[in-house]
C-alpha cells in the first residue's frame, strides 16, 4: 500500500502547489471582504481536488487494469485514497491557516471561536463529501464520477445547514414551525 499511496503524492504534487498558492492569495483577497478564517471552509475542499484526480488519472492511464495483477486488495486502494484524502484535507486546513495568522500579526482580529467555527464547518462538510464521492468514483465512469464529486460536496454542505437551522429551531422554539418546512 506504501506504495499506492507515494504514486498518488506524485499525482497530487502538480495539482498541490497551485491549489496551495492560490488557497494563500485567496485568503489575502477574502481578507478585505470577510473575515479570513472563513477560508477554512473552502480550503479543504479545495485542497482534496488533487485525490479526485489521482483516480481519473488511474482510469485515464488504465492503472486500474495493472493493479489487478499486483498483491493489493481493492479495500487497500480505496482505503488508501480515503488516507490520502483526509491527508489534503488537513494540508488545505493548515495552508489556510497561514494568511490567517500573517493577518493576525498585522493587528486584524481573529477569534480562536472562528477559527474552531469555521474549521470544523470546513473539514465536516469535506469529509461528508469524500464519504460520498470516493466510494462512487469506482462505480461510475470518470464522467459521471466528476458530477457526483461536484454534487457531493453541494449535498454535504446542504445536510450540515439544514443540521444547524434545526439546531436553531429548537433554541428559539420553532422547532414545529421548521419541522413542517422541507
Not at 86 to 97: F, Q, S
Request: net charge positive; glycine share 6%.
Amino acid at each position: 500500500m506504501k506504495g499506492v499511496f507515494v504514486k498518488d503524492l506524485y499525482i497530487a504534487r502538480s495539482n498541490i502547489l497551485v491549489t496551495i498558492v492560490s488557497l494563500v492569495v485567496l485568503g489575502f483577497g477574502l481578507s478585505f471582504l470577510l473575515e479570513t478564517s472563513a477560508l477554512l471552509v473552502l480550503a479543504p475542499v479545495a485542497s482534496t481536488t488533487a485525490a479526485f484526480i489521482s483516480i481519473t488519472s488511474d482510469t485515464a492511464s488504465k492503472w486500474n487494469k495493472n493493479v489487478i495483477t499486483m498483491p493489493v486488495s481493492r479495500n487497500q486502494i480505496i482505503g488508501e485514497k480515503f488516507l490520502l484524502y483526509i491527508l489534503l484535507a488537513v494540508l488545505g486546513m493548515l495552508t489556510a491557516l497561514v494568511p490567517c495568522a500573517v493577518i493576525v500579526c498585522f493587528g486584524m482580529d481573529i477569534t480562536f471561536h472562528s477559527l474552531l467555527l469555521y474549521e470544523s464547518i470546513g473539514m465536516s462538510a469535506t469529509l461528508l463529501a469524500g464519504d460520498i464521492s470516493l466510494p462512487c468514483a469506482y462505480l461510475f465512469d470518470p464522467e459521471k464520477s466528476q458530477i457526483v464529486f461536484m454534487m457531493s460536496f453541494m449535498a454535504s454542505a446542504g445536510i450540515i445547514t439544514r443540521l444547524v437551522l434545526c439546531k436553531k429551531a429548537k433554541e428559539c422554539g420553532h422547532e414545529k414551525d421548521f419541522a413542517g418546512r422541507g
